[in-house]
């Protein structure tokens, strides 16, 4: 496992980021913990064993960024392509615009049933570290906001929990790949990097 937060050691005068930055480690720990030992990990039965947890970039409470929120009443059919080669259909659903370094971007949101609560905010994305530090077909974030989302509405995208989707450590699962509307022209050091077993 491989995660810079280790070398930045948190101390008690950070508060609220302090805190964020231990509740991430630990949840990044269960995640591995899941990974390394459940049967429905999408780990190789063979690698497994030797699974020693996925790669991250350090926490970064920075990426922990208000977006404003744009509600579509009337959402719009976004069909995406899959790793398998097929395609899935989602609705776009609303539209989140923020700020990164100085440069203002969006990224919209996206569910395959509009009217159902229960059914989190999905949120595909590349960025400039895509195929590089990350993974080649994207990487996801899932947003559970409180109560019905109103244009203008705040909302925290968090990109600590940008994770890589299962296609990646296994031809088994099919995932959705961002459509080019997610592709974010800047690079977006926070969540999951790219993971390959050991050789």
Not at 51 to 75: C, S
Not at 126 to 138: A, I, L, P, S, V
Not at 155 to 184: H, I, M, Q, R
């Given at each position: 496992m491989s995660?810079?937060?280790?070398e930045r050691p948190v101390s008690d005068s950070e508060g609220a980021d302090g805190e964020y930055v231990e509740t991430l480690r630990a949840n990044?720990?269960?995640?591995?913990e899941?990974?390394?030992?459940h049967p429905q990990s999408p780990v190789p039965p063979e690698h497994r064993d030797d699974f020693d947890g996925l790669d991250y970039f350090a926490p970064a409470p920075e990426y922990r960024i208000?977006?404003?929120a744009t509600v579509h009443d009337d959402p719009e059919p976004v069909p995406m392509?899959?790793?398998a080669g097929e395609e899935v259909r989602y609705v776009r659903v609303v539209t989140f615009a923020f700020d990164v370094d100085g440069e203002t971007h969006e990224l919209h949101g996206y569910k395959q049933r509009p009217d159902d609560r229960e059914e989190p905010i999905f949120v595909p994305f590349r960025d400039k570290t895509t195929g590089q530090e990350t993974y080649r077909g994207g990487r996801y974030i899932e947003?559970?906001?409180?109560?019905d989302l109103g244009d203008g509405d705040e909302v925290?995208?968090?990109?600590?929990?940008?994770?890589?989707?299962?296609c990646a450590f296994s031809e088994t699962f099919s995932c959705p790949?961002?459509?080019?509307?997610n592709w974010l022209e800047t690079a977006v050091r926070a969540g999951e990097r790219d993971w390959s077993p050991e050789a």
């Amino acid at each position: 496992m491989s995660d810079d937060a280790d070398e930045r050691p948190v101390s008690d005068s950070e508060g609220a980021d302090g805190e964020y930055v231990e509740t991430l480690r630990a949840n990044r720990e269960e995640k591995d913990e899941f990974f390394g030992t459940h049967p429905q990990s999408p780990v190789p039965p063979e690698h497994r064993d030797d699974f020693d947890g996925l790669d991250y970039f350090a926490p970064a409470p920075e990426y922990r960024i208000e977006a404003t929120a744009t509600v579509h009443d009337d959402p719009e059919p976004v069909p995406m392509e899959t790793t398998a080669g097929e395609e899935v259909r989602y609705v776009r659903v609303v539209t989140f615009a923020f700020d990164v370094d100085g440069e203002t971007h969006e990224l919209h949101g996206y569910k395959q049933r509009p009217d159902d609560r229960e059914e989190p905010i999905f949120v595909p994305f590349r960025d400039k570290t895509t195929g590089q530090e990350t993974y080649r077909g994207g990487r996801y974030i899932e947003l559970h906001p409180e109560g019905d989302l109103g244009d203008g509405d705040e909302v925290v995208v968090d990109f600590n929990l940008a994770y890589t989707p299962f296609c990646a450590f296994s031809e088994t699962f099919s995932c959705p790949l961002p459509p080019e509307e997610n592709w974010l022209e800047t690079a977006v050091r926070a969540g999951e990097r790219d993971w390959s077993p050991e050789a």
